[in-house]
T-cell receptor, first 114, second 112 residues
């Protein structure tokens, strides 16, 4: 089954404790991206990757890091999480660039930073 | 960046009725997409309509695109309680980043 898998689905942690949210897709997609969704602000892109070893900033990259060492995986790293990063996070992928391709989304990761 | 704006923000209808949701955008696009999000879940792609298409159907969904008015509509016919969700339109970003820009969404409630 074609899917985008995120882990964990829920996480409560404390300020400053490094965490990684994993994202994996099994569709051999080139394009992957991370979004955060906040009430009243909609979906905002954090980082994206056009292919292996090619990543770039989205609209709200501050406080986040990503890597794309393999085509299927695109982890999101919060080196020193802060409460303003409490949010619902989504990973998405598409065959090529997102602008004219359907995006496949994971089920989301709800992060609470205390 | 351009962004689709959905209208209305919230819509409540009775099961069996049709639901019409609108999206307006600011600059020329080559396609527009609609997504659905069930509560607490990821977005699911519904339809992509290209700028040279005026209408597209998928099951009970009908999407129109009027490039002269820079607007699109999503019609769900014979709605069901399971259609209760948030619906988003998404437009391509015109800059170097090959990404989609999402609107803030429409919350649709279908009463049984």
């Amino acid at each position: 089954e074609a899917q985008v898998t995120q882990n964990p689905r829920y996480l409560i942690t404390v300020t400053g404790k490094k965490l990684t949210v994993t994202c994996s897709q099994n569709m051999n997609h080139e394009y992957m991206s991370w979004y955060r969704q906040d009430p009243g602000l909609g979906l905002r892109q954090i980082y994206y990757s056009m292919n292996v070893e090619v990543t770039d900033k989205g609209d709200v990259p501050e406080g986040y890091k990503v890597s794309r060492k393999e085509k299927r995986n695109f982890p999101l790293i919060l080196e020193s999480p802060s409460p303003n990063q409490t949010s619902l996070y989504f990973c998405a992928s598409s065959r090529q660039g997102a602008s004219n391709q359907p995006q496949h989304f994971g089920d989301g990761t709800r992060l609470s930073i205390l | 960046s351009q962004q689709g704006e959905e209208d209305p923000q919230a819509l409540s209808i009775q099961e069996g009725e049709n639901a019409t949701m609108n999206c307006s955008y600011k600059t020329s696009i080559n396609n527009l997409q609609w997504y659905r999000q069930n509560s607490g879940r990821g977005l699911v792609h519904l339809i992509l309509i290209r700028s040279n298409e005026r209408e597209k159907h998928s099951g009970r969904l009908r999407v129109t695109l009027d490039t002269s008015k820079k607007s699109s509509s999503l019609l769900i016919t014979a709605s069901r309680a399971a259609d209760t969700a948030s619906y988003f339109c998404a437009t391509p970003f015109t800059g170097a980043n090959s990404k989609l820009t999402f609107g803030k969404g429409i919350t649709l409630s279908v009463r049984p």
